[in-house]
């Protein structure tokens, strides 16, 4: 395995529409206090880590917690690359709305979303099999450029959502199990022949104080 890529996966910290859940998608809402304090505390977790290349959505909640690990690496000398194809799923119309208000405008819609009906995308955003499609495009094209180094992907709860789907061979139908915490460390492993998990949401840097809520 001297040719794979070990991938770090990271959400960004929380926001204050994290908290209201408002969904974000790919609205540009950046932290709050709480996030930020998220952001350092992943940043000294991950400040031994031997770290290649750090990538980034580039939303500024992302970026701002991806600037936070590169300022604890002092070894690393590239910038933060930003690659769009990290951004967290388009909800379109139902950008800014809670989930209530989602639920009680368009609830025919709203069901579907629940359900996880692969091929429903709200108006102006993308369905299930979409952001599988740019997830899978985008941890290929990144991965493949680092072969046997050790790369952190920041990025949404969407995004991280449909690696571990990628890596665990489930669908996007299929119910959501696992966590996937603001700031939580994910591991995986990449080679060009398959994703593979090899530890999911860790929150040991943040004492219990992680968010988890679904497609914000």
């Known amino acids: 395995m001297s040719g794979a890529t070990r991938i770090i996966a990271v959400r960004h910290g929380e926001t204050d529409w994290n908290v209201a859940t408002r969904i974000q998608g790919q609205i540009d809402i950046g932290l709050n206090d709480k996030g930020r304090w998220q952001a350092e505390r992943v940043a000294e977790a991950l400040a031994d880590e031997a770290l290649d290349a750090i990538y980034s959505s580039d939303l500024s909640r992302a970026h701002a917690t991806a600037q936070a690990i590169a300022a604890a690496q002092p070894a690393l000398h590239a ?37 996880r009906d692969p091929h429903f995308a709200p108006l102006g955003g993308e369905s299930p099999v979409q952001v599988m499609a740019r997830v899978g495009h985008t941890v290929n094209d990144i991965a493949a450029r680092h072969p046997g180094e050790q790369i952190v992907l920041v990025a949404h709860g969407g995004v991280l959502d449909m690696l571990y789907r990628l890596a665990t061979q489930q669908s996007v139908s299929a119910a959501r ?16 022949e398959a994703l593979t998990l090899v530890g999911w949401a860790d929150t040991r840097h943040l004492d219990g104080e992680e968010r988890d809520e679904f497609g914000a």
């Open 177 to 192: 199990t696992w966590e996937l915490g603001n700031t939580a460390i994910n591991r995986l492993l990449w080679t060009p």
């Open 79 to 115: 910038p933060v690359q930003t690659h769009t194809g990290l951004r967290e799923r388009g909800f379109g119309k139902f950008e800014g709305h809670t989930y209530a208000a989602i639920e009680a405008q368009w609830p025919d819609e709203s069901r579907l979303w629940k359900i």
